[in-house]
């Protein structure tokens, strides 16, 4: 065997090693099954463990009498994240879109799911530079939303999500009713009470509170008109506002309803609200997860 075979042969050896720890790494590429779907669970209850632990470690009791296992506990999370997103800095030259060996990983780096990794463990580091890191470290629950990409072992995951992104365009146009409604009564009522109580309504945005509260019909009575016209228009608000934030309770619910059940197309066919698959009834009994 010559010196080029030998060389090809170990750069082979490398992409094959490579590509088996981005498979590992990445879920969308993990079965149920394997090394790759263990340590994917396995990573994802340390992320909720993490979750738990920095909620624990708000109650001052907790935090005083176990001060000890919160900080090795972190030191032990913060070490395992480092070395997955090391990994995955490394690795991700297999996957479609990074395989540039330089501009691949700097457009990982800056990528979502790259800067969520990244915010996993900097906080860690810049405490080391600053005694109070509190708005920071609390960056590190942004690691969280690594869960939303285990929808592919749950199917309640998939079907919630398969539901948002089914009844997406629906969801936008109520929300941007809500959201619309929200910033024009709130600037008219600014208008109508700011005279008489300059302090609370003291800008649209300060109303905004107002406009929120009445809407959602929470009410904590902190900001609230006082004047005739301000009151008949807060009575207006607060009964469309039932009434809008009806509408997405209401799309959600019947997304839900037809990925639950299955929902036909132009052939006359049902997609599995679970795998996507696409079968006749009759053939129904024959689907079996």
Request: proline content about 3%; hydrophobic content about 50%; overall charge positive.
């Amino acid at each position: 065997m010559d010196l080029n075979s030998i060389k090809t042969f170990e750069i082979g050896n490398k992409r094959s090693f490579r590509k088996k720890v981005w498979s590992t790494l990445d879920v969308r590429y993990s079965e149920r099954k394997g090394i790759s779907f263990v340590f994917n669970i396995s990573l994802s209850i340390l992320i909720f463990l993490n979750t738990i632990a920095i909620i624990l470690n708000t109650i001052p009791d907790l935090s005083q009498n176990y001060h000890t296992v919160f900080r090795d506990f972190e030191y032990f999370s913060v070490a395992v994240f480092l070395v997955e997103y090391l990994l995955r800095l490394w690795s991700c030259v297999e996957a479609r879109g990074f395989s540039h060996p330089f501009y691949g990983r700097v457009r990982f780096l800056f990528s979502f799911w790259g800067i969520v990794d990244l915010l996993a463990i900097a906080p860690f580091f810049l405490s080391a530079f600053a005694t109070d890191f509190a708005f920071i470290r609390m960056l590190r629950l942004l690691r969280i939303l690594r869960l939303f990409r285990m929808s592919r072992y749950f199917h309640a995951f998939r079907i919630i999500k398969n539901v948002l992104n089914s009844k997406r365009d629906e969801l936008i146009l109520a929300f941007s009713f809500i959201f619309f409604l929200i910033i024009f009564s709130s600037s008219l009522m600014y208008y109508i009470e700011h005279p008489v109580q300059p302090k609370n309504f003291s800008s649209i945005p300060a109303s905004l509170w107002w406009g929120v509260n009445t809407m959602t019909t929470v009410g904590y009575g902190d900001i609230y008109p006082i004047t005739l016209a301000g009151k008949i228009l807060g009575a207006f608000v607060a009964i469309s506002g039932i009434s809008l934030f009806a509408l997405p309770a209401g799309i959600i619910a019947s997304g839900f309803n037809e990925h639950i059940r299955g929902y036909k197309n132009e052939q006359g066919k049902v997609k599995c609200p679970y795998c996507q698959a696409e079968y006749f009834l009759a053939e129904k009994g024959k689907h079996i997860h």
